[in-house]
Every structure is written in structure tokens, then in C-alpha cells.
């Protein structure tokens, strides 16, 4: 009799330790640094990590052979996850496939790269910076990179040839028009999409003043109660004109953790990262020092890394 086959899922292996250099700038002064854990996943796993995911970091560990323990600080900032930066993702990515499915809808097979992906920055700042982290060993040694080529999208508008220009998360689209550098998805989402009224419900009149209400008023409570009703309340409890991660209502990365080195070591519990996008700020008494971050990346079924669908 044949053995029985175990239905158990093999589990897929993955690098999920991901080890940093993070240099300080100047003593006392903040320094931002950018993660993007599906770049650095794909190139030491030699596949595809799709950044339209949210990326499960199980914990952070800070190392540092001389920081002294005051003066000190670093923290780990991300997207917000919300409803609001999940549609704005969601948008960037149609348009992006409805440019290139136009583009090419003549064309008598697919063109596009094998590894082709919707790939955005964080924020300007991200799109700008020159402290972009890369992996290393623990000879300190970069992990040697592909291609990873971030999204741009082509509009006539404005122009009398094309306008080129990248995607970023969070904050204000930088340019105008014909002219533009990298649009903000949240904040063009915010832009384009219809949002409640004021004063809702809207009371035509005063519905205190109304002769009929004022037949049961003996004294002057239905009155009172009747105006708190009609301006109490009837506004909603957020901006409903700028959303959270547009320009001018939060417009950077939101804190997760945040901590300080204590005898050369720091630990942070585990968050989650959309789009895989991080920013590490620190600030160190001395200048040009160095912390050693290590990430790991929490296990799942995603290519071996828990990474949930955006």
C-alpha cells in the first residue's frame, strides 16, 4: 500500500533578516533615511516582491558600538493605513494599467517587462533622498541590485509634447500642470473625489421659530433643545475637504515605533509597512555616527513573507 502524501503546505523559504547601516548627520540634528522592504526582498530572495503590499515587520533591533545613552533617539514612520491611502494607491494603479493598455491595445502581443510592477515613493522627500538604505552582511558588504525602476505616468495635458512624472504617497504634487514632477496620490484622490456637505441634516429655517413645535413649549426648553439639535453635531468629525496625507493635514509618515539606544542596544516590536515603505529618522550626540538596524520580516504565505494584498 502506497504511503499517503501529506496535504501539509510546504513552506516557501525566504530572507527575511534584512541588516542595515544607518549613518547619522550632524550631532543633535534629525537625519531621515527610506526602506523599501519589497526592493530589498526581491534582490535577496532573486524574485519578484510586488510593492502593492502591506509587509508585516515582525521586529527592528538597533545596535550601536558607542552612542551614548542620552541625546539619543530613532523612530519608524509609515503610510497610514487607511481607507483613504488604500483608494489612493488603488487609483494610481488603474490609471497606470489604463495608460498602458491604451497605449498599446494596436500591439499583436504584450510588450510589457517581465517583472513590470506599480512601484511608488513614499513622498517627495523619498523620491529625493539620498539616504535610500540598501541590505548589507555582516561584512558590511551591499547586497549588488537589478533594476527597479519606479512608476511615471505620460499626460498630453498642458504640453505640446508629453509630461513625465513620477507617483509619491504623501504630501502636495510637486509642479503644475504640463509641468509636473510627482503627483500626490492622496491628495490628487482627495481632489477628485465628491465628499459630504456641511450642516447635515440641512433645516430650512429655524425649526425652533416653527408655530406648530410651539404649541407644546410652556417654557423655553423645546426651544433650547431644538437649537442644539439644529447646530450640534451636523458637521462632520474630520476636514471634509483635505485628507489625511495630503498636503497641509499630515502630510509625512505616521510614527509606529519609536525608541532610544540604551548601552548600545534598542528593540522595537513588530508593524506594518504599505507599499513596504519606511522612513527611519535618528538623531545622534555624535556626529556621523552609525546604528546597525536589523529587520525581520515576519514569516507568511506570501512568498514566503507575510505580506497582505493592498
Not at 16 to 37: C, K, M, P, W
Not at 53 to 63: A, E, G, M, S
Request: glycine share 8%.
Amino acid at each position: 500500500m502506497a504511503a499517503r502524501k501529506s496535504s501539509k503546505k510546504k513552506h516557501t523559504p525566504a530572507v527575511r533578516y534584512l541588516r542595515y547601516d544607518l549613518v547619522n548627520g550632524n550631532a543633535e540634528q534629525e537625519t531621515s533615511h527610506f526602506i523599501d522592504l519589497a526592493r530589498d526582498l526581491s534582490i535577496l530572495n532573486r524574485r519578484l516582491m510586488r510593492q502593492g503590499r502591506t509587509y508585516h515587520v515582525k521586529r527592528v533591533t538597533v545596535i550601536s558600538k558607542n552612542t551614548e545613552n542620552l541625546g539619543n533617539r530613532i523612530s519608524f514612520s509609515t503610510i497610514p493605513e487607511s481607507w483613504v491611502a488604500a483608494s489612493a494607491w488603488s487609483r494610481g494603479m488603474k490609471t497606470w494599467q489604463l495608460m498602458n493598455k491604451e497605449a498599446t491595445h494596436n500591439l499583436t502581443n504584450d510588450i510589457s517587462g517581465t517583472w513590470s510592477d506599480f512601484k511608488v515613493y513614499m513622498s517627495n522627500d523619498h523620491r529625493g533622498s539620498s539616504n535610500i538604505l540598501r541590505p548589507i552582511d555582516n561584512g558590511g558588504d551591499e547586497a549588488v541590485d537589478g533594476e527597479w525602476t519606479y512608476t511615471v505616468l505620460v499626460s498630453p495635458d498642458g504640453t505640446t509634447g508629453d509630461d513625465t512624472f513620477a507617483l509619491h504617497m504623501l504630501g502636495a504634487t510637486v509642479g503644475s500642470p504640463g509641468a509636473i514632477t510627482s503627483a500626490g496620490l492622496i491628495q490628487s484622490y482627495g481632489a477628485t473625489r465628491a465628499t459630504v456637505d456641511g450642516d447635515q441634516p440641512n433645516v430650512p429655517g429655524t425649526a425652533s421659530d416653527d408655530p406648530l413645535l410651539n404649541v407644546f413649549d410652556y417654557g423655553t426648553t423645546i426651544d433650547e433643545v431644538i437649537d442644539r439639535l439644529e447646530t450640534e453635531n451636523d458637521n462632520p468629525p474630520y476636514s471634509a475637504s483635505t485628507y489625511p496625507g495630503a498636503d497641509g493635514n499630515m502630510a509625512k509618515p505616521l510614527v509606529v515605533q519609536d525608541t532610544t539606544i540604551v548601552d548600545g542596544k534598542a528593540t522595537v516590536g513588530g508593524f506594518s509597512a504599505m507599499c513596504g515603505l519606511i522612513e527611519v529618522e535618528s538623531v545622534s550626540p555624535i556626529a556621523n555616527d552609525i546604528y546597525s538596524i536589523l529587520v525581520e520580516v515576519a514569516p507568511g504565505n506570501y512568498r514566503g513573507v507575510k505580506a497582505d494584498v493592498i
